[in-house]
Every structure is written in C-alpha cells, then in structure tokens.
C-alpha cells in the first residue's frame, strides 16, 4: 500500500492516543492519592472515635458481656451480637417483618442434635433483634411431622417444644420450655431445679404452621437475660409414645458453662456512637475478645444506586449524544453500587488482622474487596485504651464509592476530550494533507507540463506566494525551469554563436591556404593571415574551456588570510600601465587594513574580468572608478563606468554561464563565460556579486565579501 501524505499525517494522528494513555495514568494516580487521602482521613476519624471512649472501661464490662468466672472458650458460631431493630415486629409468626433486618441468620441441623440422631430431618434457622428493652427471636423450623400437646395433657415435654436455657441476671441457670396445642400463642413455662414448672408470662410468643413446619416468634425482655443463652427444639414424631427423637440445638444446654454467649447492644455506647455516626459508614467497637458489643451499620445507605449524573437535570435537557454516552459510560466503567453482599453485615465477631493489630496497640488500615467484587471497603482501626491497657478496639469502615465516583466522572471527562481533541487534530490534519497533497500534485502536473518528451522546456511554473517549504520548492523549480529555458535556449543559440564566432577564423585559414597555392610571392604573408585564424580559434577554444578548468581548481585551491587593498591597488596600477589612454580611479581612503581568506591571484582575476568588462562597455574618454570600501564585517568592491545601462530583464541572469550583451563584433572571440567565472570566484570567497545602474549613466559592479575577522 503506497503511503500518501494523507495516509502518513493519518498514521501520525495516532501519536494522539499518547494523550488517553496519559490521562488514564494520571487517573490511576488520581484514584491511589485519594485512597491514600481517604486512609489518612478514616484513620483521623477512628482515632478521635476512640479518644471518646479512652479510660471508660464500665463501657466494655456492661452485664451483657461474658461473665469474668464463667470465661471459656467462646467460638464464633456460640457467640450472637443483637443488633437493634428499628422496624416494628408483630408476633404472628410471619417473616414479613424480618426481611429487612440486618441480624445474623444462623443454621442448625442434625449435626447439632444433643441425642446424635443421625437420622433426624430436624432443622431450623434463628434470627435475633432488640428493641427498646425486648429481644426478639424468630425461628423458622422445618419438621415433617408436628407434634402438638394433648388438651388434656400436665406434661409440657411429650410434644414438639421450644428449650430456651439462658443465665439470669444473677448468674444462674436458667431454663425455659415453650410448647402449645395448636397454632397461635404459645404458653412458657419456666423449669425449676426440682423438676416442676410455673407459667411464665414474660416470655410472649406465637407459633404459625407452615408447609414444611412451623415458626415461632418471640419476645424476650433483655433484663431476665445474662451474658449466655441458647435455643433447642425437640422433635416427637410417634403420636402415640411420644418419646423425644431428637433434639437440634444451638449450643449444649446441660450447664452454664456451654451456653452461648450474646452482647445486647450497650445503651452507653450506642448513645455515643449515634451522636458520630455518618453516613455511608460502620463504626465497630470491639472488645479484647473480638465480641462486638457496639456498632453503626450506616455502610450500605438506603438511597437509590449511585449514579455519574453529575448535575440532574430534566430528559428534555439532556441531548440524545449525551445520553448514549452516559449509558456506554455506565457499560464500560465500574459503577458505584449500594447493592453489594456485604460479609460482615451479620458478624457478631470481628477477628480481622487489623482488629487484631488494634487489640495488640497498633493502628492499621486495610482495604477489601466484598464477596460480589462490587466495591473495595477500607477499614481502619484504633485501640481502646483505660489506664494504659488496651480494653478493646474501634474498627470504622467506608465504601470507596466516592472514589469510584469521582475516578468515573474524571474518566468521563478525559474520554471526552480525548475524543473531541483526537477529532478535531484528525480533522486538522486531513484538511492540511488534503491542501498540501493538492499544491504537491499541481507542482508535479506543471513541471511534467513545462517538460516536453524531447526534454524542451515548453512551459513556466507559477510561481507560489506561500511562505512555507512548498513555496520554496514552488519557487525554486520555477526558477529552475528558467534557468533550464535560458540554458536550452543558450544551447539551440550555441551552434549559431560558435558557427559565427568560427567561420571568421576557419575563413581566413582557408583563404590563406588557396592564396599560397595560387601566389607563391606573398606565402609569408598568408601564413601569418593563416597563423592568426588559428590563433583565434585556439583563443575561442580557451575560452570556452576556461569556466570548467576554473571550477576544477577552485576545489583544490588553498585559502589564506592577505590583506585585499595592495591586490586591488596593483592590479589598477598594471591597467594603467597597460592602457595609458584609458583613466583608472582607485578609490581606498581606508587607514585599517581589509583582510579577507581567500587567493590574491582569485580576487585578481576576478578583477581583471570585471575592469575588461567595463573598457569594452564604457564610454570614450571617460574613467573607471575601482573603489574598495570596509561595510562593518565585509569587503564591497565596486568596478563603475560610464555607458549604457544595463537591461533590466538580464540583471539577474547576467552572470550566468554564456551569457554576452555585446551587440558589436570585436577582434576578440566573447562567449559570454567572463561575468560567469566572476561569479564562481566571489562564491569561492563566501561572497556575492550584482550588478546594477545608478544614476547620472553610471553602471555598478558590486562584490561583497566576508572579512576574516567576522
């Protein structure tokens, strides 16, 4: 494929994409400075969130925590953090009410069964809130076969019952029984250390049959409750023995030690917390046992999807392009999102390595991508001191939703205008191919027409005004065609020139050879008559020669640095010697010396061809002025005399090669090579040469050259 400006101007339009990549750099750079900045400023916020809660260890040892003589070993799935509920709940055993609520659902199954019945199709899920000074509790249970006590039954335990063992506010064990006789309230009964039970009426709960079983839902006052509790179902599948199959529970419940262990929210705390809470972040407080026992879950706000809008405005106002834009921005950029799955919303334990690197006095950041990979979530941690001990630690946390917003409205903004510069440049660039493609081909079109097939020149090159190099190249084979016309012109001359300049010459040889053949008295006068026609012509053949052996040695000739003004001085008191009817005027009223580098024996010559030019062409009797003058830092030589001007059509060609004016015949053969060898010589010397008329008749040869120490 052959490259045309256009094409070549196209391919180097691409040297645009430099700017997409750039900006995309700088973006990148962007997005690590504001998360540097957003560490720097979560980090600000949890240490002034920790300075809050410094030397009040009462917030961290409320009732609800793990009982100091009763400390074991608590496992993540034996520990619940009750996260408050905002919403209102109606104890009717439907789920309705729980579906918004952000609490820890946690699964029991046959490998939680008390008996080790592995034959049990007993499950069931627990759900946990608070409210006020109410736990709720929500137990979806699946059983194949229900079981509800008889009508006329004392005992509570002989059919499908709900076990609920918790320590008191006095530290004690305490065990609950639920059980009913058909769907709707359930009666609880509290177990006493002999054996018997009594109704308990503070414990209110519903049970609803479902499909696959049924649920419970209850409600709890928090103050009856310690730090342990745990739940159990009882599974009775033979109507008619009525014997406990199984027993799926969430915990051991035979003693205290093996219960369960719960945090109810800490009213200290989360007074304090609500007072700085802010949105689109969670703030944790932690306790040395990674228990949570405070938090704000504000990370996921409950506002419509982020959105790159920037400032809203109505469809009507919003162009179709815009849109489109808006909508391939929303495809190929990562969106901010609310709707993300977030693995710590239900966590009732915070053992992260950043939690554990503020229990042990350090404070960290770190930063985590959610299971969905949707968003990054930045976390960072500070120890709670009292006294000089760390009692605890708060962890606080942010989306990088700001980040990713301002990253894509900053990525919408550089493909914008990378898009519109790479246009506007490709737009640009084209046009200017497209001009200069059609001045390139004009050129070519009226050079090969100013050229016949034989190699004549039959045409000119307009000649351009335009200041750039296409201007010079326009200008420059215009002038070369010129040249090429007058120089085919001078060749078709040629023959005629030296046909004219010969026959003279040959004309005499001829004639003195017949005249000695034909008169024997006068032989030597014809041969000096045939001796001169052969002089001429070896003059004629000299001169023509005299250009070529001219350059050629002006490629080998030495440069030195001599002083100008004695050259010129002898060379006019040698004319003056050799034409004495002739006046020469050596102008040089100049004390300093003239120095030049070049070859005295050049700048004489180059003189001697000017001063003949000026006899054959100045007026009788009148002088030729040679004068030498210093023009700051060169040497300008000027040759004048008095006579006809110059034509002003020939100035600029005057001193080219075969060029003669002369319009008189002379002993003396003149092919127009004189002015030509000038001009070589002045060019050798890093000079010039012109030739113009001045006033009152006066025709200037001027020769500028550069001084040495210039």
């Known amino acids: 494929m052959k490259l045309t400006i256009q094409r070549k101007l196209l391919l ?53 925590d793990t009982h100091p003589k009763n400390q074991t070993a608590i496992t993540s799935a034996q520990h619940l953090y009750i996260r408050p509920i905002k919403s209102r709940i109606q104890l009717d055993g439907i789920t309705d009410d729980w579906v918004n609520i952000r609490s820890e659902i946690k699964y029991y199954h046959s ?117 342990k509790l745990s739940f159990a179902i009882a599974d009775i599948d033979d109507i008619e023995t009525r014997e406990i199959k199984s027993i799926v529970a969430t915990t051991p419940i035979a003693t205290l030690e093996k219960l369960g262990t719960i945090v109810v929210p800490s009213p200290q705390v989360e007074k304090l917390l609500s007072q700085i809470t802010q949105p689109n972040s969670r703030i944790w407080v932690v306790n040395k046992s990674f228990h949570v026992i405070g938090l704000t879950d504000k990370l996921i706000d409950d506002q419509p999807q982020y959105t790159n809008m920037g400032n809203k405005s109505s469809n009507t106002e919003r162009s179709i392009i815009s849109g489109l834009m808006h909508l391939i921005y929303q495809q190929i950029l990562t969106q901010p999102s609310n709707v993300f799955v977030d693995d710590l919303s239900t966590a009732s334990q915070l053992n992260t390595p950043e939690v554990l690197n503020a229990l042990k006095g350090k404070v960290s950041t770190a930063w985590r991508r959610s299971p969905n990979n949707k968003v990054s979530i930045l976390t960072a941690t500070h120890p709670v001191y009292s006294f000089d001990q760390v009692v605890g630690a708060i962890a606080v946390e942010e989306t990088s939703n700001n980040i990713l917003l301002l990253q894509n409205q900053a990525m919408e903004i550089l493909i914008n205008l990378s898009i519109l510069t790479f246009l506007i440049a490709l737009t640009v660039l084209l046009a200017i191919a497209i001009r200069l493609s059609s001045r390139l081909r004009k050129l070519r079109d009226e050079a090969e027409e100013a050229i016949s097939a034989d190699g004549k020149v039959k045409g000119v090159i307009s000649i351009s005004n335009s200041q750039d190099e296409i201007g010079d190249l326009s200008r420059s084979t215009s002038n070369m065609l010129e040249r090429l016309s007058q120089y085919n012109r001078y060749l078709e001359g040629m023959a005629s020139k030296l046909a004219h300049e010969l026959r003279t010459p040959i004309s005499v040889v001829r004639s003195s050879i017949e005249n000695m053949g034909a008169d024997n008295t006068n032989k030597n006068i014809y041969l000096d008559r045939a001796s001169e026609g052969i002089n001429r012509l070896n003059n004629i053949l000299t001169r023509m020669s005299e250009a070529t052996r001219l350059e050629q040695t002006l490629q080998t000739e030495e440069l030195n640095v001599f002083d100008i003004a004695p050259v010129i001085k002898g060379c006019v008191e040698g004319y003056q010697q050799a034409n004495p009817n002739k006046g020469y005027q050596f102008q040089n009223d100049l004390a300093e010396r003239i120095k030049i580098k070049g070859n005295p024996d050049l700048i004489a010559q180059l003189l001697d061809k000017l001063v003949s030019n000026a006899n054959d062409y100045s007026n009788k009797d009148t002088d030729i002025i040679i004068q030498l003058t210093n023009n700051n830092d060169t040497a300008v030589l000027k040759v004048m005399n008095q006579g006809e001007a110059l034509q002003q059509e020939m100035l600029t060609n005057l001193f080219d090669s075969m060029v003669s004016l002369r319009k008189q015949k002379t002993d003396q053969p003149h092919l127009g090579l004189g002015l030509h060898i000038v001009r070589l010589i002045a060019e050798f010397h890093h000079g010039s040469v012109k030739a113009y008329n001045k006033e009152d008749g006066w025709v200037c040869f001027e020769v500028i050259l550069p001084l040495e120490n210039k």
């Open 12 to 64: 180097a339009s691409t040297a645009l994409l430099i700017i997409p990549w750039v900006g995309y750099q700088y973006v990148q750079e962007m997005q690590r400075y504001l998360q540097s900045n957003m560490e720097s400023n979560l980090l600000a916020k949890v240490k002034l969130i920790a300075a809050s809660l410094h030397d009040r260890p009462e917030l961290f040892k409320s009732k609800f």
């Open 111 to 227: 490998q939680h069964d008390l008996l080790n019945n592995p034959q049990t199709d007993l499950k069931f899920t627990i759900q946990l809130g608070s409210k006020k000074h109410s736990l709720y509790v929500l137990l979806q249970v699946q059983d194949n076969k229900i079981v509800y006590r008889k009508n006329n039954s004392l005992s509570i335990e002989r059919s499908d019952h709900l076990i609920i063992v918790m320590q008191d506010k006095d530290g004690d064990y305490a065990k609950y029984i639920l059980t009913t006789k058909n769907p709707g309230w359930v009666s609880a009964y509290k177990i006493m250390a002999n054996g018997s039970n009594t109704p308990e009426i503070r414990i209110k709960g519903s049970w609803r049959q479902t499909k696959h079983g049924y649920n419970i839902e209850l409600r709890i006052p928090t103050y009856i409750i310690g730090e």
